[in-house]
């Protein structure tokens, strides 16, 4: 049961740990606003990510994904653990082609808008915005990569168990 409650509270962590980058982008921007006006596009784009970011995964964390969902859960695996593994084992293997296809997508975002920068005379508009693109792809892919790894440690836990 102890594997369970691990994923269970790592999986919360991580959508925490997404709207904490959000606050972050969300300072950073207003730190950009205030001290350097010529970053103004950046800053309002990394104000506009954050708050997106904070708004949907820090609401997430509280509402969606609460400690008492996660209660239910364990309860419900306590009931008949065997059943709860096998759907969740169809679940876990779900997520991580999921974690696969979006880490590949925000890489090859990421390269085509470090080569559209380094390649192109953009104007300083456009250049402010694929930056702050990339910040905000460069950091979902750190943390889709612990999401993935928490993940494949879930799955062989639930192997051993089946």
């Known amino acids: 049961m102890e594997f369970v409650s691990h994923y269970l509270q790592s999986e919360r962590l991580l959508g925490l740990s997404t709207g904490i980058f959000g606050l972050f982008s969300i300072s950073l921007g207003i730190f950009f606003l205030i001290s350097k006006p010529q970053f103004k596009v950046f800053a ?76 192109t005379d953009i104007k300083s508009i456009t250049f402010g915005i694929l930056t702050a693109l990339m910040i905000h792809f460069a950091m979902a892919t750190i943390i889709d990569t612990f999401g993935e790894r928490y993940t494949k440690i879930y799955k062989k836990e639930i192997t051993k168990a089946l």
């Not at 997520?95 to 696969?100: A, I, T």
Request: hydrophobic fraction near 50%; aromatic fraction near 12%; proline fraction near 1%.
């Open 44 to 119: 309002i784009t990394m104000l506009i990510l954050g708050a997106i970011e904070a708004g949907m995964f820090i609401t997430g964390y509280f509402l969606v994904n609460n400690a008492n969902k996660v209660h239910s859960k364990l309860e419900a695996y306590q009931e008949s653990p065997k059943d709860y593994l096998e759907k969740d084992k169809i679940i876990v293997e779900r997520n991580l082609k999921l974690f696969f296809i979006l880490k590949c997508t925000y890489a090859t975002l990421f390269l085509v808008l470090a080569i559209v920068l380094s390649k």
